[in-house]
């Protein structure tokens, strides 16, 4: 019988996808196995994200301080590199003792409104879960940066004649041989080193949290950045396959050319160990499907546990959609930062 020809892209990219076998996949067993693997991924891994830039010094100003009852938020702006500064907020808890260190968290937000969704009341009566808030509520220090083309870093949108400006500052960038996503990675970076100079944060307790596109920044600074001791990454953990090849559910401000050929994200995340790692996931979450996060998160667990530390990896299923849920996650951090004091 001849083949059916086909004349779609999408069926294309769906057959070709199925067909791959990612090169750097883990499949190992033991923790010598997973050592390997990791070295690795992780050289590829770098490889594929091209030079961060070149850092330069942060010269942090705060620009405006509010009282929102339970903490101080600072309006702060930084230099990340030469020709780019970031604004973001910091959450200080009133709670706070003199001369105390707490942990801190880097708190990513979503591919939506930019760090104003995260950092107080207002954006939780929005609709927001303004997850920075609420852990400063709970004692942790936390930032909150805008990240590339999002919030205050948002451009004229009529710039972009109607396209999405995360693909339009992708395309920008490959044209000069920059990742974008690597510029946000490299922005996240760059806030924690001001993280851990301020006076009330113990440097050696740092954590990362985010939903959605939140979700996939904390998994590749957590994967890329030991400073980060532990990590909360919702709503994001699914296959390549189904999320993006099969439902184009990604945009230029979360995408690395060739990863897929060499990993899938469950072999991103387990880059993470042997650092403690909660996986939270909404059951009726559409863009990214339980089912495909099911599949991914048993990869991840094989790989924690050939590491040693598969008591290091949890999952909170949740009943819901794509949005971050607190119910693990608090006490996750609980244990993990403020049980290392």
């Given at each position: ?20 076998r990612p ?42 301080r ?70 400063a509520?709970?004692?942790?220090v936390?930032?909150?940066?805008d ?5 205050e ?12 400006p ?10 000069l ?37 939140g ?24 296959t ?36 403690p790692l909660?996986?939270?996931a ?24 050939a590491?040693?530390?598969?008591d ?29 004091a």
């Amino acid at each position: 019988m001849p083949r059916t020809r086909n004349f779609s892209n999408i069926e294309y990219f769906n057959r070709l996808c199925a067909r791959q076998r990612p090169l750097l996949a883990f499949r190992g067993k033991t923790k010598q196995d997973w050592r390997t693997w990791r070295r690795t991924l992780m050289a590829r891994l770098h490889d594929l994200l091209g030079d961060f830039p070149k850092p330069c010094p942060l010269r942090p100003e705060i620009v405006d301080r509010e009282d929102l009852g339970d903490v101080i938020r600072e309006k702060v702006v930084l230099d990340s590199e030469r020709d780019m500064s970031v604004p973001a907020y910091v959450l200080i808890p009133k709670s706070r003792r003199r001369g105390e260190r707490l942990p801190a968290i880097l708190s990513s937000h979503g591919h939506g409104a930019g760090k104003i969704a995260q950092v107080g009341p207002d954006a939780q009566a929005a609709g927001y879960r303004g997850h920075a808030y609420s852990f400063a509520c709970r004692g942790f220090v936390t930032i909150a940066p805008d990240y590339r083309r999002f919030g205050e870093r948002a451009d004229d949108p009529g710039h972009y004649a109607g396209r999405d400006p995360c693909n339009v500052n992708f395309i920008k960038g490959s044209l000069l041989g920059i990742n974008l996503l690597a510029l946000d990675i490299w922005d996240a970076m760059r806030c924690i080193d001001y993280l851990r100079r301020r006076p009330e944060v113990d440097p050696d307790r740092v954590g990362a949290v985010g939903n959605s596109f939140g979700g996939t920044m904390t998994m590749y600074i957590a994967a890329l950045d030991d400073r980060v001791k532990c990590a909360v990454v919702s709503c994001y953990l699914n296959t390549f396959e189904q999320y993006a090849i099969r439902q184009a559910n990604f945009c230029g401000s979360q995408f690395l050319p060739s990863l897929r050929k060499y990993a899938e994200v469950a072999d991103v995340c387990g880059l993470i160990a042997p650092r403690p790692l909660l996986i939270v996931a909404g059951k009726q979450d559409d863009g990214f499907p339980f089912e495909a996060t099911m599949k991914a998160y048993r990869h991840l667990r094989r790989i924690y546990a050939a590491a040693g530390v598969g008591d290091r990896l949890e999952l909170d299923a949740f009943d819901g959609g794509h949005r971050f849920n607190e119910a693990k996650a608090f006490p996750w951090f609980d244990r993990w930062l403020k049980g290392a004091a």
